[in-house]
């Protein structure tokens, strides 16, 4: 599966924005799509993730009550929509998809399959 992410940009403290990733190639239906985001000098962190067929969702603890994960199954799309935002989410944003059942390990990146090319989110104060 490929995997085009969109959606970063500049904004202020406290703005939000939505993050998209585009699957392709294939129906994503029986999947896990997460969300990783990389400051810079520091390793790649999980933020997010949903069981495509079940719609549990899966969020890292800094994120919680402010970030919401969604996928639209007409589309193949997961989405991450981003409130409250902090200058410590500055990052960039990758999507990525795993084939098989990863509960257990789904903060990992080593769980995931595919990878979209990322998309920069910068917040100002």
């Known amino acids: 599966v490929q995997l085009q992410a969109s959606g970063g940009g500049l904004v202020q403290a406290g703005g939000s924005l939505r993050l998209s990733c585009a699957a392709s190639g294939r129906t994503v239906s029986g999947y896990v799509m997460g969300w990783f985001r990389q400051a810079p000098g520091k390793e790649r962190e999980f933020v997010a993730a949903?069981?495509?067929?079940?719609?549990?969702?899966y969020y890292t603890d800094s994120v919680k009550g402010r970030f919401t994960i969604s996928r639209d199954n007409t589309e193949n799309t997961v989405y991450l929509q981003m409130t409250g935002l902090k200058l410590e989410d500055t990052a960039v944003y990758y999507c990525?998809?795993?084939?098989?059942?990863?509960?257990?390990?789904?903060?990992?990146?080593?769980?995931?399959?595919?990878w979209g090319q990322g998309t920069l989110v910068t917040v100002s104060s």
């Open positions: 949903v069981r495509w067929s079940a719609g549990n969702t």
């Open positions: 990525a998809a795993a084939a098989r059942s990863i509960i257990s390990t789904i903060r990992l990146p080593s769980s995931y399959d595919s």
